[in-house]
């Protein structure tokens, strides 16, 4: 295993300063411009994904979701390359040097002046969002760190963390009362116990929808359900390959849907 090394403080600093807080893969897709917001928050990625290169030319600023992303393996579809993200970080860099930035969004009293599509949320208590994506985040970032691994396996306390936080979701206190946002986190909460009913089917493979691995085909480790891999190499394996494109939807699905949740709890 590499052992990952300490980045030290003036090299995080500087790409920090030249990233001017953006991350680097939703300003390359232009998703999304602004500086990242405290929470999720943003973390520092190894373009090579090397943890014991350190060099600044390494490096680049990332949101969490982004992140997780980036440093998933998946069988199917590919994931952003090396080479996008330093293309996308140059050219912020070059943006940031040249204050060739987009405006940042203006809130005047009722009205809006942007350069963006994001819509303001006049929520009251838009704290009570920022809880739901502390802990939306939470599992996001560990399902999408997971990627097709999900296919076959996942963690017992993913799914005891869905439950604890999620259930009963109509009466949450964590749902808003804005429709726009109650929208999208019910869109959010759907994706996650979908794939936590993923685990839980019963019956057989003739009865079940064809990206589904019918519960008797899981072991029970304790702390995960996993699928043998004699069943992964067998009949299994024409399912686990349609399972890993659903999965694969799912997650980048639940990753966008954070990131406009997260848009609508900045002040």
């Avoid at 680049?60 to 979701?65: E, G, R, S, Y």
């Avoid at 589904?212 to 085909?217: A, D, F, L, V």
């Avoid at 029970?220 to 043998?228: C, E, Q, T, Y």
Wanted: with cysteine; hydrophobic share 35%.
């Amino acid at each position: 295993m590499t052992k990952r090394k300490a980045i030290p403080e003036a090299i995080q600093a500087n790409v920090i300063h030249k990233s001017a807080s953006r991350c680097v893969i939703c300003y390359g897709t232009r998703k999304f411009t602004d500086s990242v917001y405290p929470s999720p928050g943003f973390q520092i990625a190894h373009i090579d994904q090397d943890a014991s290169n350190s060099q600044e030319d390494n490096l680049a600023l990332l949101c969490v979701p982004c992140h997780s992303m980036y440093d998933s393996t998946f069988r199917q579809t590919k994931n952003y390359r090396p080479e996008n993200l330093r293309q996308w970080r140059h050219q912020l860099y070059e943006d940031v040097k040249v204050n060739r930035l987009p405006p940042p969004m203006i809130y005047l009293h009722g009205g809006m002046l942007t350069s963006q599509a994001t819509q303001p949320v006049a929520d009251p208590n838009i704290s009570t969002l920022r809880d739901f994506l502390g802990k939306a985040g939470f599992i996001a970032e560990r399902l999408c760190k997971d990627g097709t691994y999900l296919s076959i396996a996942i963690e017992r306390n993913r799914l005891q963390y869905i439950e604890k936080h999620f259930s009963y979701w109509r009466t949450n206190p964590l749902r808003s009362r804005r429709r726009e946002v109650a929208a999208l986190q019910d869109e959010f909460i759907s994706i996650l116990m979908e794939i936590v009913r993923s685990y839980e089917y019963l019956g057989t493979l003739d009865d079940v929808p064809s990206h589904i691995i019918p519960m008797g085909y899981f072991n029970d480790l304790g702390h995960a359900i996993k699928v043998p891999e004699h069943y992964c190499c067998g009949e299994l394996f024409n399912v686990i390959e349609v399972r890993d494109k659903w999965i694969l939807a799912m997650l980048i699905r639940l990753r966008d849907l954070f990131i406009r949740l997260d848009d609508m709890a900045m002040d």
